[in-house]
């Protein structure tokens, strides 16, 4: 159990940055606005999950215009899907165990 | 385990998520039975221009040889299917815009997200396709395939749109196509197959999707 707990990554201890995680896992590009009304959170609550896990590099961003106004989107790394699977294969093992154990 | 049943809660989360994000499920089952109505209207009609009876192959009326003979109203057959084509269409399509927008403002959801947009496209290729080539065949006097090649079009559309909204949809297409593909093996029912696969397919497939996930509980 332990073991299992010890995979369980750090980054996404958190249900939103695990919300922004399965956004990105099956999206190409998600601006930000989608991103937040998706979460439903607010600008900054939105943008202080963001950080860390574009510091892990788990998300890369872009910027660019439409029109006239600055559109933010973003994407997963390759890293991030590797990161988030393991994260939810740890989950799977834990919870498979935990139903053993109440079993 | 309180942790399990909290980390439970959050894969639930994340599958709404994913779900949310990828797919346009804001599309109203009362759209499809709407566009079921308006096309049995438009077939009820050209029953009349033709003057002849559903299933009336079978007492040797074959709906294309005589709607080449036929001038009703004023109207040679090119014009009527014209007309009731695109008045169908339009009366379907502004009913399901309708219809689906009533549901995604009481989901509190926009309609035109990125969601719908990608349903729309995936199903715009196939559907401009077959319209062309229903243009092209009517314009060239071969009606008597114009019926199942807009079923077969209209289903291919479906089965790919329905990777990006309610999986139903998908089914529904399905049976469209098998309906347009019996319909080219026995051209005589093409016009009761396609107000079986247009007209009580939706209305079925509508209320169906209606009763699942639209009802206001």
């Known amino acids: 159990m332990k073991d299992i707990l010890s995979q369980l990554n750090p980054a996404?201890?958190?249900?939103?940055?695990?919300?922004?995680?399965s956004v990105l896992a099956v999206n190409d590009w998600v601006d930000y606005n989608t991103l937040k009304e998706l979460l439903n959170l607010t600008?900054?609550?939105l943008a202080?999950?963001?950080?860390?896990?574009?510091?892990?590099?788990?998300?890369?961003?872009?910027?660019?215009?439409?029109?006239?106004?600055?559109?933010?989107?973003?994407?997963?790394?390759?890293?991030?899907?590797?990161?988030?699977?393991?994260?939810?294969?740890?989950?799977?093992?834990?919870?498979?165990?935990?139903?053993?154990i109440e079993d | 385990m309180s942790d399990t049943r909290?980390?439970?809660?959050?894969?639930?989360?994340?599958?709404?998520?994913?779900?949310?994000?990828t797919r346009f499920l804001s599309l109203s089952g009362l759209s499809g039975v709407w566009a079921g109505f308006c096309a049995l209207a438009g077939v009820f009609v050209l029953y009349q221009y033709l003057g002849i009876r559903p299933f009336g192959f079978e007492y040797g009326e074959l709906y294309f040889n005589k709607a080449v003979q036929t001038i009703k109203w004023g109207l040679d057959y090119r014009s009527v299917f014209l007309i009731i084509a695109v008045l169908v269409l339009a009366a379907a399509l502004a009913g399901g815009v309708f219809f689906t927008t009533r549901k995604a403002r009481s989901r509190g959801e926009r309609v035109w997200d990125a969601s719908s947009k990608r349903l729309l496209w995936a199903m715009a290729v196939p559907l401009l396709t077959g319209g062309i080539f229903g243009l092209a065949?009517?314009?060239?006097?071969?009606?008597?395939?114009?019926?199942?090649?807009?079923?077969?079009?209209?289903?291919?559309a479906l089965v790919n749109g329905s990777k990006y909204t309610l999986r139903d949809v998908e089914n529904l297409g399905m049976l469209e196509i098998a309906l347009g593909l019996t319909g080219v093996f026995f051209?005589?029912?093409?016009?009761?197959?396609?107000?079986?696969?247009?007209?009580?397919?939706?209305?079925?497939?509508?209320?169906?999707m209606y009763w699942k996930y639209d009802k206001p509980t």
């Open chain 2, 187 to 208: 051209p005589g029912f093409g016009l009761d197959l396609w107000a079986i696969g247009f007209g009580f397919l939706h209305i079925f497939y509508g209320t169906r």
């Open chain 1, 43 to 45: 600008d900054g609550n």
């Open chain 1, 48 to 100: 202080s999950h963001l950080k860390p896990l574009e510091a892990q590099e788990y998300i890369e961003y872009r910027k660019q215009f439409v029109g006239r106004r600055p559109q933010t989107t973003y994407a997963a790394t390759e890293k991030g899907k590797i990161a988030f699977k393991a994260h939810l294969d740890a989950l799977e093992a834990m919870l498979k165990i935990g139903r053993e």
């Open chain 2, 137 to 156: 065949l009517l314009y060239r006097g071969y009606i008597s395939f114009l019926a199942p090649v807009t079923l077969i079009f209209y289903g291919l």
């Open chain 2, 6 to 21: 909290q980390q439970l809660e959050h894969l639930a989360e994340m599958r709404s998520l994913m779900e949310r994000s």
């Open chain 1, 12 to 21: 996404f201890d958190h249900r939103n940055r695990l919300g922004i995680m």
